[in-house]
């Protein structure tokens, strides 16, 4: 029903940027959140930025608010993450998710989310 795909990741020296795609492909359902999250070794998954496709209202984290921007390209059905300034601990994998059922977790949280990418590395050397 939803098929997930990131791309776009790689290595990069600190201050540099990378911009994160996901292609996604839905199938006899209505998104009502998109996701994406980051996972860096020995630590938990943690949400970053989720739009609200109903409203296009945009979240962000603290930890890229003002660094990272989430776009949605509704006609070729793709995520951007624009990422800048990037700095070592953002070092991860990250993920692209999506959300078909309202549910009472907060709108960063992993488990608001049913489907998944298979990630794609980001690495920020100093």
């Known amino acids: 029903q939803v098929q997930l795909v990131e791309s776009g990741g790689g290595s990069v020296q600190a201050g540099g940027s990378l911009r994160l795609s996901c292609a996604a492909s839905v199938h006899g359902l209505t998104i009502l959140y998109w996701g994406w999250f980051r996972q860096a070794p020995g630590k938990e998954r943690e949400g970053i930025a989720a739009?609200?496709?109903?409203?296009?209202?945009?979240f962000y984290a603290d930890s890229v608010k003002g660094r990272f921007t989430f776009t949605q390209d509704n006609a070729k059905n793709t995520l951007h993450l624009e990422m800048n300034n990037l700095q070592t601990n953002d070092t991860a994998i990250y993920y692209c998710?999506?959300?078909?059922?309202?549910?009472?977790?907060?709108?960063?949280?992993?488990?608001?989310?049913?489907?998944w990418g298979q990630g794609t590395q980001v690495t920020v050397s100093s």
């Open positions: 998710a999506a959300a078909a059922r309202r549910n009472a977790y907060n709108v960063l949280s992993p488990d608001k989310y049913r489907y």
């Open positions: 739009i609200y496709t109903s409203t296009g209202g945009v």
